[in-house]
């Protein structure tokens, strides 16, 4: 590889991803966004694996090792350079195929009446959410077939999780979002748990490349609900895929001077209420001005918006949220 292709494959694969894709777990956050946590190198029994999501660099106060993804992968491993390129790229080819598998399920959305009928039964009825959000249909036993007629091989489904031990799809019957580094699955049927994402980190704040730059930012709990709240108009928006946020994501948050307009469920047990003011704690001493968002009783943004609220209910909200 050149130079160049090495530097490329570098940029591309945050560390943080990679860590959270093995399992790694941040405990304590520090200052500038950084983290801390028990090292995967060695038997830590308290966290001193410190991780800069913004210079892509790891450092060990137990056992001394420090650098960036390609050196982490080598001690991970146990690699040498070359064999640890070669395993970064290996892991690295997993992206173009999670997004073929994207692809085939868009087109199956509109070839599929049961996945445009969910999706309007769940509050999201316009074309333009759709194809922003690049969403798609599994309908499920069709995946594979195609992906195999397409030349990749069988191995590399199911290491992605795209296929089970089995050979058969793992998406069946879902309305499928995909993500950065993975694929998130919505049951569209009763009798199924509800949210599957693929093995691996759910990655970094969805599309947070369309928000990162304004000064005022959205933060809902699920797709739907930020399918519905970017359907009303509002484009400063973002979400967590639940209420706790992983260090990606935290440290994305924190990147830069801003307000954060926490928008979570307000569930009957108060877990999301509880979920928001957690987070407003650990954002305050980052230098993030918080916000939270009281909607009403029992709902969230998405049955909010399906019960007959409107853009300009949703702003009279966000404009009467609190410290």
Not at 273 to 289: E, S, Y
Request: proline fraction near 7%.
């Amino acid at each position: 590889m050149t130079r160049q292709a090495v530097d490329d494959l570098k940029r591309q694969t945050p560390l943080m991803a990679y860590l959270q894709a093995h399992d790694w777990r941040p405990q304590r956050p520090l200052s500038r966004g950084r983290w801390m946590g028990l090292c995967p190198l060695h038997q830590d029994r308290k966290p001193s694996f410190l991780v800069d999501p913004h210079s892509d660099l790891f450092y060990c106060y137990g056992c001394g090792s420090g650098g960036d993804i390609f050196r982490f992968v080598q001690l991970y491993h146990q690699l040498n350079f070359p064999q640890a390129l070669a395993a970064l790229l290996n892991w690295h080819e997993h992206l173009p195929l999670l997004g073929a598998a994207a692809d085939f399920y868009r087109i199956q959305l509109h070839r599929r009446t049961e996945g445009l009928a969910y999706l309007y039964q769940r509050g999201i009825r316009t074309p333009e959410v759709i194809e922003h959000m690049r969403l798609g249909y599994a309908p499920g036993a069709c995946l594979r077939r195609a992906l195999l007629g397409a030349g990749y091989p069988l191995m590399s489904l199911q290491q992605t999780g795209l296929v089970n031990a089995a050979g058969y799809d793992s998406f069946s019957r879902r309305i499928v979002v995909p993500l950065e580094c993975n694929l998130y699955g919505r049951s569209i049927s009763a009798s199924a748990p509800p949210h599957r994402f693929l093995p691996g980190s759910k990655g970094g704040l969805y599309l947070w490349e369309h928000a990162r730059h304004a000064a005022e930012v959205i933060l809902v709990e699920g797709l739907f609900d930020y399918a519905v709240v970017w359907q009303a108009g509002f484009r400063n928006l973002t979400c967590a895929m639940g209420t706790q946020l992983n260090a990606h994501q935290f440290g994305q948050l924190c990147s830069g001077p801003r307000i954060v307009y926490i928008v979570f469920d307000t569930d009957v047990n108060g877990a999301g209420p509880c979920a928001a003011r957690r987070l407003a704690q650990q954002l305050v001493p980052h230098g993030i001005a918080v916000r939270l968002v009281t909607l009403p009783q029992n709902h969230d943004p998405n049955s909010f918006f399906i019960a007959g609220g409107d853009a300009h209910q949703f702003r009279a909200l966000l404009e009467s949220a609190t410290p």
